[in-house]
C-alpha cells in the first residue's frame, strides 16, 4: 500500500513539470547527467530510480540502476535521454542529446551513513540545430571517479558528492558558418580535450515505505560559458528499493 501511494504521489509532480517547463530552444555543447547517490546497504541491494532532469538548455528522462552483487560492492547504471525529433530533424533551434554510463564501486554502511567511491565509463552524443540550419553534432566519452556520502533517517535523506569528470569529444562535425560566439565554444573544446571538470552534487529526499522522492542538483565547477556548458542540472527522481520490495513480496509475513 505504502509502494502504491508513493507513485500516485509522485507522478502527479512528475506530469506537472513535464508540461510546465518551457521549450528548450538554445543550444549547449554538455549537460551534466544527474550524479548517482547509490545507497545499497548489503549484499543483494538493488534501486531503481525513474526522473526527470532539466536545465536552461536541457530537459529529459534520467534512468539509474544500482546492484550489489557482492558484499561491500557495487554496481551502477545511468541513462540521460534529453533528445528532441524536432531538434533532430532541424524543425527548431536547440540541442538534442543521449548518454549512457556504468560503474563499479565500493561502499561501507555504518550506523545512519552509506560512504561511497565509484568509477565508470560512459559515452554519449550531443547534435545541436542553429538559425539557418546549420548544425553540429559530437560523440562525446566520459570518466569518472565519484566519492559520495548519504545520510538517512527514518523519513528523509540527504547527500553530498564529487565527481572527477574526464570529458573527450570525437567524430565531431561542424559547419563552420555557425554564429561566431558559438564557433569560439566549438574551438575552444577543440584545442582543450580532453576537458577534466570537477562536478558536485547535492541530494535530499523524502522516504515512504521502500520509495524516495528526491532532489538532486549537479553543477559544474568549471568555466561553463567559455564552452557553452549547461552549468547546473536539477532531477525529480523516483527510487524504489527494488531488493527490498521483491523480500517482502516473498516473505509477507514479515513487517
Not at 11 to 16: A, C, M, Q
Not at 130 to 137: D, F, G, N
Not at 140 to 152: D, G, K, S, Y
Request: hydrophobic residues 40%.
Amino acid at each position: 500500500m505504502q509502494l502504491k501511494n508513493a507513485y500516485s504521489s509522485f507522478f502527479p509532480v512528475l506530469l506537472i513539470c513535464l508540461f510546465t517547463a518551457p521549450i528548450v530552444a538554445q543550444q549547449f555543447n554538455y549537460a551534466p547527467n544527474a550524479i548517482h547517490f547509490c545507497q545499497v546497504r548489503q549484499k543483494y541491494d538493488s534501486s531503481l530510480g525513474l526522473g526527470y532532469s532539466f536545465g536552461i538548455n536541457s530537459r529529459g528522462a534520467d534512468w539509474q540502476l544500482a546492484f550489489s552483487p557482492v558484499k561491500n560492492v557495487a554496481l551502477m547504471m545511468n541513462y540521460l535521454d534529453a533528445s528532441s525529433k524536432q531538434v533532430k530533424k532541424q524543425l527548431i533551434e536547440g540541442s538534442s542529446s543521449r548518454f549512457a554510463e556504468i560503474g563499479v564501486g565500493a561502499y561501507e554502511s555504518a550506523g545512519r551513513g552509506v560512504a561511497s567511491l565509484f568509477i565508470g565509463y560512459g559515452q554519449g552524443s550531443i547534435f545541436s540545430n542553429y538559425v539557418q540550419r546549420y548544425k553540429a553534432s559530437f560523440d562525446l566519452h566520459r570518466w569518472f571517479i565519484q566519492p559520495a556520502m548519504v545520510f538517512e533517517s527514518k523519513n528523509f535523506a540527504g547527500g553530498l558528492a564529487l565527481r572527477f569528470t574526464r570529458l573527450a569529444y570525437a567524430k565531431a562535425e561542424v559547419d563552420y558558418s555557425l554564429p561566431p560566439e558559438d564557433l569560439r565554444s566549438i574551438q575552444a573544446i577543440e584545442a582543450k580535450s580532453p576537458i577534466f571538470i570537477p562536478e558536485f552534487g547535492m541530494h535530499t529526499a523524502i522516504k515512504a515505505g521502500h520509495c524516495q522522492f528526491s532532489l538532486n542538483v549537479t553543477s559544474l565547477f568549471y568555466d561553463a560559458n567559455t564552452y557553452n556548458f549547461q552549468r547546473l542540472t536539477t532531477t525529480l527522481m523516483l527510487t524504489v528499493d527494488v531488493g527490498a520490495t521483491y523480500q517482502k513480496e516473498q516473505a509477507p509475513g514479515v513487517q
